[in-house]
């Protein structure tokens, strides 16, 4: 044991010892190192100074070089830049020329519709209060039933006629048009329109009684369709068919009163009243007329047909007139042929036999009867007559 713990202690110092000789070594070494390293660092410092300061001059040639290239590309696109600008200049001097006169036009247009909507509202004013007059009212409604009749080409008095009492009752419907068999057909112009009125104006001010001007309005839709009937407008008397015309004359009306109660039209057909708008009273005149226009066909069709039957009678009479005639004439040419042959040739005999005679005793110097006709010579014709 004591020479183990004396083998260790001189491990022990040994190591110590040998630490403290490579501390001093190593010391020694990083002197030198440093000195060499400093005088290394010296020397490459200038090389890496001169290095660098060629590559720094070749690099600035050539960056020199690129910068003018690029100096000058620069020099073009901005010159570019500068037409394009002034392109760009002019189009918007352009732009505000014609902007300031767009502007003028528009100025003067919007004072022209300023202008018109004043006089369209000026004229709508009017118009409502002239619609207000029952009177006026009822004279709008003909003067539009008048144009769609012109525009069919209807004529007055010849197919219809115009404010015009009925033969068996006083009643003077506003229309009456003239169908065939001389049948008629009648129409009220009137259209009530107070309430109605009413209830646009209810509609446009938000007013809560708008819905009771509806009923209203429907109201008197409804009364003026019983007036029709009972005016005797339907009149079998006075030859009118089974329906009456109520002619409503605005086709907003017309389709606000499809809008508002679905089952008015149908209770107006069974009432046997027709109600119609400028677009349906043009159809309804068409049919009409179209009508007119084939009973006058057939009419003229059945006329034709007599005419051409009294024509087929006489034409069988002429022809057994031309049988006769012809008849007669062929046996005049049979009694012309037996004159021309039989009794020409009967009588040239004793002519011919009186002809040799006067030839052996040298009476007459040319024959009397020629050889080649057979007819008497005229120059003894002449003789024998005197």
């Not at 006083?170 to 309430?195: E, G």
């Not at 007599?306 to 009678?313: E, G």
Request: charged share 30%.
């Amino acid at each position: 044991m004591g020479y183990a713990a004396i083998f260790i202690g001189g491990v022990i110092v040994g190591a110590i010892i040998v630490l403290i000789i490579n501390h001093y070594r190593q010391k020694e070494m990083r002197e030198s190192f440093s000195a060499i390293s400093l005088d290394a660092l010296r020397k490459n410092s200038d090389e890496f100074i001169k290095l660098a300061t060629q590559t720094l001059s070749a690099q600035t040639q050539v960056g020199s070089g690129q910068l003018e290239e690029k100096k000058k590309l620069i020099d073009q696109t901005l010159e570019g830049i500068k037409g394009e600008l002034a392109k760009v200049e002019k189009s918007v001097s352009e732009f505000d020329g014609k902007r300031e006169k767009s502007f003028g036009e528009i100025s003067t247009q919007l004072k022209a519709t300023a202008e018109q909507t004043n006089k369209l509202q000026a004229t709508t004013n009017q118009l409502q209060q002239a619609l207000a007059n029952t009177r006026v009212r009822g004279q709008w409604g003909e003067r539009i039933a008048d144009d769609i009749l012109r525009l069919i080409g209807f004529t007055e008095n010849v197919e219809y006629t115009k404010q015009k009492t009925q033969e068996t009752v006083a009643t003077r419907p506003d229309f009456t048009f003239i169908l065939p068999n001389k049948l008629k057909v009648n129409m009220d112009s009137k259209f009530p329109f107070d309430n109605y009125s009413n209830y646009r104006k209810a509609e446009a001010e938000s007013d809560p009684n708008k819905d009771n001007y509806k009923q209203k309005f429907i109201s008197d839709v409804r009364k003026k369709i019983k007036e029709i009937k009972t005016r005797d407008y339907i009149n079998p008397e006075d030859n009118t068919v089974d329906y009456a015309l109520m002619f409503v004359p605005n086709e907003q009306i017309f389709c606000f009163l499809h809008e508002s109660d679905d089952s008015i039209l149908n209770d107006a057909l069974k009432e046997k009243v027709i109600l119609c708008s400028p677009v349906t009273l043009f159809a309804i005149l068409c049919v009409i007329r179209q009508a007119v226009e084939v009973f006058n066909l057939q009419k003229t069709t059945g006329d034709i047909l007599l005419l051409f039957r009294a024509f087929n009678k006489q034409w069988i009479e002429f022809k057994k007139c031309m049988d006769k005639m012809g008849e007669q004439i062929q046996k005049t040419y049979d009694e012309y042929g037996k004159l021309k042959t039989t009794r020409s040739n009967k009588l040239e005999i004793p002519l011919r036999q009186i002809d040799a005679l006067s030839k052996q005793g040298g009476l007459l110097e040319s024959p009397l009867v020629d050889e080649e006709t057979g007819l008497v010579s005229p120059d003894e014709e002449t003789i024998n007559t005197k």
